[in-house]
């Protein structure tokens, strides 16, 4: 048909990032991306997600970035990760939309249950196993016509302040705690492998014995890292400070100001390497 291209071909262009508002919009914009073919399976898809918990000398970060990638139809979109529990702790989820969905009701409901029990890890297990074990039970594995299915596999991050004692507890798929506050850092999610070798890279910072105020500034330099290596990281970035006085999210225009003082800080670091062999 005179110059047209072969309704066949597929034509490839970088990776987006495209706000959707709905299902159906996410339908049309699937078809729109894979024409002439289904949308390819979650294992097609490079799928990267990260919360992570930083402890200073005063005070904890939280930090997530805020993209949800629908690994099924190739499409990623942001959406909150990062969420209060109570007035002095925050919390963070990867994995199943569905479970986390459950989790921020029971959250929303009993914060400070959860931050005022004896042990925090044993508050976390006795109202997130019953759910997770709920999903898993009716999880259908195997659907017709579908190649891969998601899973309800999802795990669960926890940090802030029980008085004046800092914790930073998590709970994976399998119901395990784990406890970090002596370690000073986590991260969950399918990212946490290279958050925490990022965080590695800056240990000889020590972050712990530091202002919180560093510690903000560390967690998001630990993002950015992830966001130059994976196209389903990315901005706006969540931000919690949590002391004993309580927990502050940032707003867009603060995480800009905290930007700032990562793009000078590496500055920094560049000019000190310059005078290396002066």
């Known amino acids: 048909m005179g110059g047209l ?4 071909t597929v034509v490839t ?15 049309a914009l699937a078809v729109c991306r894979f024409p002439g073919r289904e949308a390819p399976g979650r294992e097609n898809i490079a799928e990267m997600t990260v919360v ?21 139809r190739g499409l990623s979109y942001p959406a909150q990760k990062l969420h209060s529990l109570g007035s002095h702790a925050a919390w963070g989820g990867s994995g199943s939309r569905a479970v986390l969905y459950d989790v ?9 249950a959860v931050v005022e029990a004896r042990d925090i890890g044993h508050a976390l297990q006795e109202r997130l196993l019953p759910v997770f074990k709920r999903h898993y039970a009716n999880f259908i594995e195997d659907v017709p016509g579908q190649k891969s299915a998601g899973t309800p596999a999802t795990y669960v ?7 004046d ?16 506050e002596e370690v000073g850092f986590q991260a969950v999610g399918s990212g946490s492998a290279m958050a925490q070798q990022a965080h590695a890279l ?17 967690a998001l330099r630990v993002l950015d890292a992830l966001d130059a290596t994976s196209p389903s990281v990315g901005a706006p970035m969540d931000i919690c400070r949590i002391t004993p006085d309580g927990a502050r999210h940032f707003n867009p225009d603060e995480v800009e100001d905290v930007s700032a003082k990562v ?12 005078q290396l062999f002066d």
Request: proline residues 5%; aromatic residues 6%; contains cysteine.
């Open 52 to 72: 992570l918990a930083l402890r200073c000398a005063n005070g904890v970060v939280m930090a997530s970035d805020s993209q949800i990638t629908d690994g099924g």
């Open 202 to 218: 800056l240990s000889h910072f020590r972050m712990t014995e530091r202002d919180v105020e560093y510690g903000v500034v560390a």
């Open 263 to 274: 793009k000078r800080w590496v500055e920094l670091e560049g000019q000190a390497l310059d």
């Open 104 to 112: 921020e009701q029971i959250f929303n409901a009993e914060a400070d």
């Open 13 to 27: 262009r970088p990776a987006l990032s495209i706000v959707v508002r709905d299902q159906s919009e996410r339908e």
């Open 165 to 180: 004692v800092p914790f930073i507890v998590d709970l994976d798929p399998n119901g395990l705690v784990g406890h970090y």
């Open 5 to 8: 291209p072969d309704p066949t």
């Open 157 to 163: 991050l926890a940090a802030g302040y029980a008085g």
